[in-house]
């Protein structure tokens, strides 16, 4: 059997056929020629291999997509050895799309497709064809398989999935450099023919813009492409089929192409002269550290690239003002580094330079990127509050110095030109006792009571000042008044304590080391000298020794002292101090004497060292013996009390439970040793038991219950008591 196809069906059909000839693809295959298979041996010969008849051998069918005509479309033939032309044999046809899509002439073998194929949805048909005796139904041929394939056209246009595009590339960008590549995608069959050969070009965006037709990457095409000129750009792109022939299917992409910045354009001042109509304006009370004006250079980059940093670069300018960049609206914000003063300099003149702050190498060429331009500032004149002389002042005055005394002085001035006379005033919102007051046109400050140097050393005032023609205008200063000393205190003993007298004190011994003190200031420090009252006759008891360092030592000058005889002693001690003039004073030391007991170095008063380790003094302590007496005499009568209230026991017989064991023999002291013999104790065999009596005492409103029993000694007149009371 065999398989033949058409070869007159258009000229297109004619092409198939000489290309598939020339490929060496025959669609008429015989059976009536023997197949040869011939093997090419190791000595150059060639061996041939018969083999035997088979009914089919197939090859693939083609049929054209997209088939638009009346009729169905012819694929091919099949054709059996067993044919004779008769009819006698039937070609049934099964497999994909059998019946449906392809259909085949049973007498004839000839096959048909009834539908129009799309290579793209599928691209070949497996199928199976048998030859049948027609009359018998028997299979002449076994059941064989062959492929018809679909054959591609250019029925697909290529298309850009991904578009449209969104692209960014640099200003003034070298030309050539990439910006973009797009790729286009064909359904149609790229292993045959060039219905999916794709070229590119560019449809709109030249000059600036071009694509390269085989990748489809696009460059610039023009050098120094300017931002600030232009930014967005438009270009489509078309991608063609058939290698960009006449015929061809095509489709377009649109590629939206921002320019972004870099640092081309270096920062303008509108103007290089802002004087006369346009000077700043400065009052001289602006304040320090505040802005008083702002200036801007132009820059027509953007983000980062924009950036500039202002600097004043005239001394003039620089002692007296700062400026900083405001980061919002890239201004440079003028402030004061000292105060103005209309009256020293009425105007000022600044040279200010704005710089961009990130610098492009690469466009160096272009200039420094930087401007500079001048500003003239005029202080504007304020009426200002008076100034004074000093920032602070510190004035002395001696302490009891007369009312009036005169303490010091505060001058202030009105710094304007017309310079107003200034009046004084002392704050009287301050708290406390006034002590001063101030002439209030001369700045004199005075007493207004006496000053005590030990009760307030220091005085803080505040002095107010204001011109005459604007008392509103009020300017402060602080004072400060130290109170000098005057001996004008005299010196006294420092303790006021008692000192103590040992009862054992012996002639000269030191009974008590004293020192002084004084509320005076001195500057040397203070030196005391000490004596007993030389108006007084001689001490008996005690004398005085000025140790010539602040302290004096008392001294005993006899012995045997008591507290039985004398307790307290009192000993003037008058003390002078270096003070100019020298004052003295006179202080009575109490001495008290007392039994001593040594701890260590120091000496103690024993009755003093009872009552100060307890904390209490002498009336405090007989009032507490006098509550323990009482409350010692109440318990007694208690006890008392209770006793005569006892009733007879009554003796009755009860067992006895526990023993509480009393002696009631008297011995005759150590002499009598022989008097009882205490191993007839240790021997309970040695005495007999009496008989148990059981004694009952009954109180008023309880009973009492006591067992005792009796043993005694046969030998010894000796009894033992066991009792158990309950």
């Known amino acids: 059997m065999r398989i033949s196809t058409t070869s007159c069906l258009c000229p297109f059909l004619v092409c198939l056929c000489f290309i598939q000839k020339c490929c060496g693809v025959s669609h008429h295959v015989s059976t009536k020629v023997p197949s040869k298979n011939q093997t090419k041996l190791a000595n150059g010969e060639t061996e041939v291999h018969h083999r035997p008849k088979r009914g089919w051998i197939w090859n693939q069918f083609f049929v054209l997509e997209e088939h638009m005509g009346p009729e169905a479309q012819y694929v091919g033939k099949l054709h059996s050895n067993s044919d004779k032309g008769d009819g006698s044999v039937k070609y049934i046809l099964s497999g994909e799309g059998a019946g449906t899509i392809f259909i085949i002439d049973e007498v004839t073998g000839d096959i048909h497709a009834t539908k129009s194929l799309d290579r793209e949805r599928k691209t070949h048909y497996v199928l199976h064809a048998q030859a049948l005796d027609r009359n018998t139904k028997e299979a002449l041929e076994p059941k064989s398989e062959f492929i018809i394939k679909v054959q591609d056209i250019n029925d697909n246009a290529p298309k850009f999935p991904d578009g449209p595009f969104v692209a960014m590339v640099p200003e003034m960008s070298e030309v050539g450099t990439s910006v973009l590549q797009v790729t286009a995608t064909d359904a149609d069959d790229p292993t045959y023919g060039n219905s999916a050969r794709i070229v590119y070009s560019i449809l709109q965006g030249q000059p600036y813009f071009s694509v390269d037709p085989k990748t489809g990457i696009i460059r610039t095409a023009l050098a120094n492409m300017d931002r600030e000129a232009r930014e967005h750009y438009t270009v489509v792109i078309q991608a063609k089929d058939m290698a960009g022939q006449v015929g061809g299917l095509s489709g377009s992409t649109t590629i939206n192409i921002t320019l972004t910045d870099v640092n081309d354009n270096p920062p303008k001042f509108p103007q290089s002269m802002y004087n006369h109509g346009n000077f700043l304006y400065v009052p001289e009370s602006a304040q320090v550290g505040k802005p008083v004006g702002k200036i801007k250079a132009n820059d027509e980059d953007l983000g980062i690239n924009a950036d500039i940093k202002y600097s004043i670069i005239n001394s003039e300018g620089a002692n007296m003002f700062s400026i900083s960049t405001d980061r919002d609206t890239r201004e440079g914000i003028l402030s004061l580094k000292k105060p103005l003063n209309y009256e020293k300099k009425k105007s000022y003149t600044l040279h200010i330079e704005g710089m961009n702050t990130h610098v492009d190498p690469r466009f160096s060429y272009l200039g420094s990127f930087k401007d500079t331009a001048t500003l003239k500032i005029t202080v504007g004149d304020v009426d200002e509050a008076p100034v004074f002389s000093m920032d602070y002042y510190i004035m002395e005055v001696y302490e009891n110095a007369p009312i009036g005394t ?291 005492h009954h109180a008023e409103d309880n009973a009492k219950q006591t067992t005792c029993t009796i043993m005694t000694d046969p030998v010894k007149c000796t009894t033992l008591h066991f009792c158990n009371v309950k």
């Open 406 to 696: 005169e303490v010091g002085t505060v001058t202030a001035q009105d710094p304007d030109i017309k310079n107003s006379p200034v009046r004084y005033y002392l704050d009287i919102k301050e708290e406390g006792e006034r002590y001063f007051k101030i002439d209030e046109s001369h700045g004199i400050i005075r007493t207004i009571q006496p000053l005590d140097r030990e009760d307030m050393p220091w005085h803080n005032i505040t002095v107010m000042a204001s011109d005459v023609d604007n008392p509103s205008l009020l300017s402060h200063v602080p004072a400060t008044v130290q109170v000098l000393d005057v001996n004008d205190n005299p010196p006294e003993i420092a303790t006021q304590e008692e000192g103590i007298v040992c009862e054992s004190s012996r002639p000269g011994q030191v009974i008590q080391t004293v020192t002084a003190m004084d509320k005076d200031d001195f500057a040397n420090g203070q030196r005391f000298s000490f004596a007993l009252p030389s108006h007084l006759p001689v001490n008996p008891n005690f004398t005085l020794k000025d140790n010539e360092d602040g302290t004096a030592s008392i001294i005993a000058r006899r012995r045997r002292f008591s507290h039985l005889t004398q307790e307290l002693y009192e000993l003037p001690i008058v003390v002078w101090d270096n003070g100019e003039p020298s004052l003295s004073g006179t202080s009575t030391l109490t001495l008290r004497v007392c039994p001593c007991q040594r701890h260590g170095r120091v000496r103690m008063c024993q009755g003093e060292a009872f009552l100060s380790s307890a904390g209490l003094s002498t009336g405090a302590l007989i009032a507490i013996l006098l509550c323990i007496v009482i409350l010692l005499a109440i318990v007694v009568l208690f006890i008392t009390l209770r006793r005569s209230k006892k009733e007879p026991l009554i003796i009755s017989e009860e067992d006895v439970r526990e023993n509480v064991v009393t002696y009631d023999d008297e011995g005759g002291g150590e002499e009598d040793t022989e008097a009882f013999d205490i191993i007839a104790l240790r021997n309970p065999a040695a005495c007999g038991a009496l008989p148990k009596v059981i004694i009952n």
